[in-house]
């Protein structure tokens, strides 16, 4: 049996857990970049590839209409490091980052269509856009977008919808769920 003390280092030459001053990052003599914050895995060093990663969804109703709007995605799967809050993800590491969202949605007429859209900084960036071919109820459909970008530290992502153009109607339905509507932004390398 093996045991460490808990007043050594650890064998990687990582610093000592973390207990006080919020997300930190180390890069050890290999080049291997690790973060830490207190709380999160007892302040142990981690890989960013392996724990920097968030997936939230939006389970609750909601509306499209043909004024953007960032959509508040309300739930969790994971997001160890609280980097979601309210309507927007915030950077904590200088590095590339993969962002992937979808938004479903319930067209009743022909030709609605619905535009996902990723911002950087309140900034649109990446624009994905689906019309419908449509006739009436019952066809839901899903607008995914995927990018890659170089994020500073508070660098914020967030997913912006809106209908271009919505046939007359006031709105579209949104489909709310873990497999319609979501934003997952993770950790790719360093720049």
Same mark, same amino acid.
């Given at each position: 049996?093996?045991? *460490?003390?808990? @007043?050594? *280092? ?6 000592? %857990? ?6 930190? /990052?180390?890069?050890? &003599? @290999? ?6 914050k207190p709380g999160i895995y007892g302040g142990n060093w ?8 968030? =997936? !939230?969804? =939006? @389970? ?7 004024? &953007? ?5 309300? /739930? $969790?799967?994971?997001?160890?490091? /609280? ?8 950077? %904590?590491?200088?590095?590339? #980052?993969?962002? #992937?969202? *979808?938004?479903?949605?319930? $067209? ?8 996902? =859209? ?20 019952? +066809?839901?459909?899903?607008? %995914?977008?995927?990018?890659? +970008?170089?994020?500073?530290? @508070?660098?914020? !992502?967030?997913? !912006?919808?809106?209908? %271009?153009?919505?046939?007359? &109607?006031? /709105?579209?339905?949104? *489909? ?8 997952? !932004? ?6």
């Open positions: 049996m093996r045991f *460490q003390s808990t @007043n050594v *280092q650890p064998i990687a030459g990582l610093p000592l %857990p973390v207990t006080s001053g919020g997300f930190q /990052s180390f890069i050890d &003599a @290999n080049g291997d970049v690790w973060i830490a981690k890989r960013p590839l392996d724990v920097l990663k968030t =997936r !939230v969804y =939006r @389970n609750a109703a909601f509306t499209i209409t043909g004024t &953007a709007a960032t959509l508040n995605f309300d /739930s $969790p799967v994971f997001d160890n490091y /609280s980097l979601y809050t309210t309507n927007l993800w915030t950077c %904590p590491l200088a590095a590339l #980052y993969r962002i #992937y969202s *979808q938004i479903g949605y319930l $067209p009743t007429l022909s030709g609605q269509s619905l535009s996902t =859209r990723l911002y950087k900084n309140g900034v649109n960036t990446t624009l994905g856009q689906h019309d419908s071919a449509a006739t009436g109820a019952g +066809w839901a459909s899903i607008v %995914p977008v995927y990018d890659i +970008w170089a994020l500073a530290v @508070n660098d914020t !992502v967030s997913t !912006v919808v809106a209908s %271009p153009n919505l046939g007359g &109607a006031g /709105s579209l339905t949104g *489909q709310p769920g873990s497999g319609w509507s979501y934003l997952i !932004v993770e950790y790719a390398g360093t720049l």
